[in-house]
């Protein structure tokens, strides 16, 4: 909504917006390109419209995406799932992600498994077997494995710093 907002304040009215994409009837003109994308950095946004930075937004896009509301629909590997979402080659996707964001598309995945799991262990509402299901890992050591590599923390040393950092409100 803030992004449409965003379009509309300049006079532009998009067909559609989705995450990181906007639909648009009609080129804008460089002066309107130009206020957007002050507005929109203003805010945290940028404007992305070269080909190579397209592909990596779609591919941390669907990466995220695939993390956060799509934890089991990877029936396959990420590096065929990516294949099919994008409809290019693996070999250039990884390339190209290497290349501009100076670390794997695996190491982009893994870290944002990691970042979920850090949000699911804060909430407490779920075990760590529960998460290690829900996140698609094989066991809770593989979970435990990747976290303590990733974050230098166990999941249960991570689960007890946000406890100590928490006080009671009798303690305040």
Do not use: C, W
């Amino acid at each position: 909504m803030v992004v449409k907002s965003v379009f509309e304040n300049i006079g532009i009215n998009p067909v559609a917006v989705e995450l990181g994409e906007v639909e648009l009837k009609n080129d804008i003109q460089e002066v309107q390109k130009q206020e957007l994308l002050k507005n929109l950095r203003a805010i945290g946004f940028d404007l992305i419209d070269d080909k190579k930075s397209k592909t990596i937004d779609k591919i941390k896009t669907i990466i995220i995406d695939l993390v956060q509301n799509k934890n089991n629909d990877l029936k396959s590997n990420l590096s065929d799932y990516l294949s099919q979402q994008l409809h290019q080659d693996y070999n250039t996707l990884s390339n190209l992600f290497s290349e501009i964001e100076n670390t794997t598309i695996e190491k982009y995945f893994i870290n944002q498994k990691i970042e979920k799991v850090k949000e699911l262990i804060v909430y407490d509402e779920l075990s760590l077997s529960e998460i290690a299901d829900l996140l698609n890992y094989s066991s809770v050591s593989h979970l435990s494995n990747q976290f303590k590599k990733v974050t230098g923390f166990t999941p249960t040393y991570f689960k007890d710093l946000k406890a100590i950092k928490r006080k009671q409100i009798e303690d305040l």
